[in-house]
């Protein structure tokens, strides 16, 4: 596997980081991971951390060096990702209103696809064709009220961006609510595609300014350069923000991080 992987994460105008992101590697599969806590809730990063640190162990000890499913994998690490959550806050005595939640999104690339699972959201994006200008071939839906206000037609994308419940969700890990798990089919890789994910901090104030500059320089010196655009747009009150991208090309030239 060729690819380059370029990950940040800034606090934004709040008083502590609740996002976190990681990646993992072996020889035959790449695992990326974002996960952003809920601040409504108790110690959001915590559960952030806790589904972090479950998904990317799952992975390790599963991945030798590839998974059989990713698919099956996909769903039951989440799943125990929330599970882990969940005993947390019952462990601290956290009542369930107030027990800690986070977002998730994990990726999977193997055999050249890339398979993927989300809770909240949290998103991921696959961009095809560099070479002839950024496609979108395919981005995960929200797990939110407005996404499904949408989804109804009730609502517009441009009346979605500054609704008052956008940030609202109804799927997350963590709570007394068994999450939505939404697992993709996976999709085969090009040459030169890129695969992001990101917190809604990093999305929600460029929009699809975020796909349109994915593709224009290196992801090492595009990640950053976003969370800096992000953070401007959204001002003094910016919330969390973190982005982490795979850049893919075809053959065995090896990992470039």
């Not at 996002?19 to 996960?35: G, N, P, Q, S, Y």
């Not at 698919?71 to 947390?88: C, E, G, K, N, P």
């Not at 095809?128 to 929200?142: E, F, K, L």
Request: hydrophobic share 40%; glycine share 8%.
């Amino acid at each position: 596997m060729h690819y380059t992987i370029a990950q940040d994460s800034r606090i934004g105008g709040r008083r502590i980081n609740q996002d976190r992101a990681a990646w993992r590697a072996t020889e035959d599969a790449v695992l990326m991971v974002v996960a952003d806590g809920l601040g409504g809730h108790l110690q959001g990063e915590v559960a952030a951390q806790l589904a972090i640190d479950s998904v990317t162990g799952h992975f390790l000890s599963e991945a030798k060096t590839r998974l059989d499913d990713p698919a099956r994998f996909l769903a039951l690490t989440l799943d125990r990702a929330h599970q882990s959550i969940v005993r947390y806050a019952a462990e601290c005595r956290i009542p369930p209103h107030a027990a800690p939640r986070t977002t998730c999104i994990v990726c999977v690339v193997q055999d050249g696809r890339a398979s993927w699972a989300h809770a909240g959201d949290s998103r991921l994006y696959l961009i095809h064709g560099q070479s002839r200008g950024p496609a979108r071939a395919a981005q995960t839906r929200d797990h939110s009220f407005v996404q499904r206000m949408i989804d109804e037609g009730s609502i517009s994308q441009a009346e979605a961006a500054s609704h008052p419940m956008r940030h609202r969700i109804f799927s997350c890990l963590g709570g007394d609510v068994a999450p939505q798990i939404e697992v993709s089919p996976g999709i085969a890789l090009q040459h030169g595609d890129l695969i992001a994910l990101c917190s809604d901090g990093a999305w929600s104030p460029l929009g699809d300014t975020l796909v349109a500059e994915l593709g224009r320089a290196p992801v090492t010196t595009t990640v950053p350069h976003l969370l800096d655009a992000a953070e401007h747009a959204a001002g003094p009150g910016a919330d969390n923000l973190t982005l982490i991208a795979m850049h893919w090309q075809a053959g065995d030239a090896g990992i470039r991080r």
